[in-house]
C-alpha cells in the first residue's frame, strides 16, 4: 500500500505542477484575440477565408463546438475503446484530453500567433487544440493498459510539441494541404504510439493482454462511440476549410466514406471469424477507418464515387490488418498494440495521404474552380505545378514518419 499511496501522490502532485505551469504561461502569454485582429492566420485556416465576407466566426463557432464534441465523445469513449477496456480508460483519457488541449493552445501559439510576445488566442486556436488532443488520444490507444496516468501525462507534454513541429514543417513551410489530418493526426498520433510502445515491450504481458482483448464489454459503448461519429466527424472533416458559402465537400465526402467502410466490415469479417457474430467495436473500427482515410482527400475529391472506393478500401484494410498483422507485429516486431491503432488510423492514415497525393498531382484549375487556392493555394498563385504540389504532399509522408520514429523512441 506504501507502493500504492506514493504513485497516486505522484499522479497529484504531477496534475497539480502542470496546470499551475499552464496558468502561469497562460498568464504571461495569452490573451484573446480582439476582433478586428490583423491577419493572424493558423496553419490549418487558410488566410483566403479569413478575408472572404462569407465566412465571419457566426459560422465557425459551431464548427469548434462539433470538433470539441467529436474530441472528447469520439475519442474520450470511442477510441479510448470502452468497448475493449471499460470505464476506466475514458478517466485517462479525459486527463490525457485536458492536459493536452491547454498545452497545444500555448505550444502553436507559439508557432502560429506569437505577435509582440502575446499569444492571441481564437476559436480556431480550440480546433487546432482538439486535433493536436486527437493525436495523443490515438498514441494512448497503442500503450493503453501498460503506461500509468503519470508515464502518459509525459508522454502527452512530449507528443503536444512534437505534434506541433510537424504539422508547422507540413502546413506551413512545405505548404501540404491535410486538413482532416490524415497525416498530422492519424498518421502522426498511431506511429508514435506505435514507437513507445515499442520501447516499452515487456514479454511477459503478452500472454496477459492477448487474454484481455478477448473480453468485450457490453458493445452499447462501442455503438454510442460509432453514433457519435457518425453524427460529428463529418463536420470535424472540414472544421478548418471551406468557408459559409461554399459546399462543404470534405463532409459529403467522409459521409460517403463512412457508409463504404461499414458495408466493407460486413463484406469481410464474416469471412475472417468463424463463429460469423460481428462485434460493434469492429464497425466502429472501420468507420474510424473511413474517416482517416478521408482526411487529406475530403476536400480533393471531386465525384462522390470515389470516396465510396476510398472507404471501402479503409473499411477492408482494418479486419485485416487485426487479424493477419497486429499478431506478426507482436511476435517479430515486439510491439503491442493495445487497442489496434495500427489498423485503424496508422494504415488508412497512410492510404489517405497517398490518395490525397494522386489527387493532388491530377488537380486542374478547370475541375477546381474558384476552389482551388482554398485546397491548393500554391497551385493557385503559380507558385507550383499539380505535380510539383503532389511531390510535397508525398514527401510529408517520410518527414512525419522519421519525427515520429525519432520522437517516440525519445518518449519511450
Not at 14 to 25: E, S
Not at 155 to 177: A, K, Q
Amino acid at each position: 500500500s506504501m507502493h500504492a499511496a506514493s504513485s497516486r501522490l505522484k499522479v497529484s502532485g504531477m496534475c497539480f505542477f502542470l496546470q499551475i505551469l499552464t496558468i502561469l504561461l497562460f498568464a504571461v502569454f495569452v490573451r484573446y484575440s480582439p476582433d478586428t485582429s490583423p491577419g493572424l492566420c493558423s496553419p490549418q485556416i487558410n488566410c483566403s477565408s479569413k478575408r472572404n465576407p462569407g465566412s465571419d466566426s457566426r459560422f465557425r463557432h459551431p464548427r469548434s463546438r462539433d470538433v470539441h464534441l467529436q474530441t472528447l465523445m469520439g475519442f474520450g469513449f470511442l477510441l479510448a475503446f470502452l468497448s475493449r477496456y471499460g470505464a476506466g480508460s475514458v478517466a485517462v483519457n479525459l486527463l490525457v484530453a485536458a492536459f493536452a488541449i491547454q498545452w497545444a493552445v500555448l505550444i502553436q501559439g507559439f508557432f502560429y500567433s506569437f505577435l509582440n510576445g502575446k499569444i492571441y488566442m481564437e476559436a480556431q486556436s480550440m480546433v487546432s487544440a482538439d486535433f493536436c488532443a486527437g493525436a495523443t488520444l490515438i498514441s494512448v490507444g497503442a500503450v493503453l493498459g501498460r503506461v500509468n496516468p503519470l508515464q502518459m501525462l509525459l508522454m502527452t507534454l512530449l507528443e503536444v510539441i512534437l505534434f506541433t513541429v510537424n504539422e508547422y514543417l507540413l502546413l506551413s513551410l512545405m505548404g501540404v494541404s491535410d486538413s482532416g489530418g490524415s497525416l498530422t493526426v492519424h498518421t502522426f498520433g498511431a506511429y508514435f504510439g506505435l514507437m513507445v510502445s515499442r520501447m516499452l515491450y515487456q514479454p511477459h504481458l503478452d500472454k496477459r493482454n492477448q487474454q484481455r482483448d478477448t473480453r468485450h464489454n457490453p458493445d452499447v459503448f462501442a455503438a454510442v462511440g460509432t453514433i457519435y461519429l457518425w453524427i460529428f466527424w463529418p463536420g470535424f472533416a472540414s472544421a478548418t476549410t471551406v468557408p459559409a458559402d461554399a459546399e462543404p465537400w470534405a463532409v459529403l465526402n467522409t459521409y460517403l466514406a463512412l457508409a463504404a467502410s461499414t458495408l466493407a466490415t460486413f463484406v469481410i469479417s464474416p469471412l475472417l471469424h468463424e463463429d460469423g457474430t460481428l462485434r460493434m467495436s469492429q464497425v466502429q473500427d472501420a468507420a474510424v477507418a473511413g474517416v482517416a482515410v478521408m482526411g487529406m482527400a475530403g476536400e480533393m475529391l471531386l465525384a462522390p464515387f470515389g470516396a465510396l472506393i476510398a472507404g471501402f478500401l479503409a473499411g477492408l484494410i482494418s479486419p485485416l490488418g487485426f487479424r493477419f498483422l497486429t499478431p506478426v507485429l507482436r511476435s517479430k516486431l515486439n510491439i503491442q498494440d493495445t487497442c489496434g491503432v495500427h489498423n485503424v488510423h496508422g494504415m488508412p492514415g497512410i492510404l489517405g495521404t497517398l490518395l490525397g497525393t494522386l489527387l493532388t498531382a491530377l488537380a486542374t484549375a478547370d475541375a477546381y474552380g474558384n476552389r482551388l487556392e482554398l485546397v491548393f493555394p500554391h497551385v493557385a498563385d503559380g507558385s507550383r505545378t499539380a505535380t510539383y504540389q503532389a511531390v510535397w504532399q508525398l514527401c510529408a509522408l517520410p518527414v512525419t514518419l522519421l519525427l515520429v520514429a525519432l520522437g517516440g523512441s525519445i518518449a519511450g
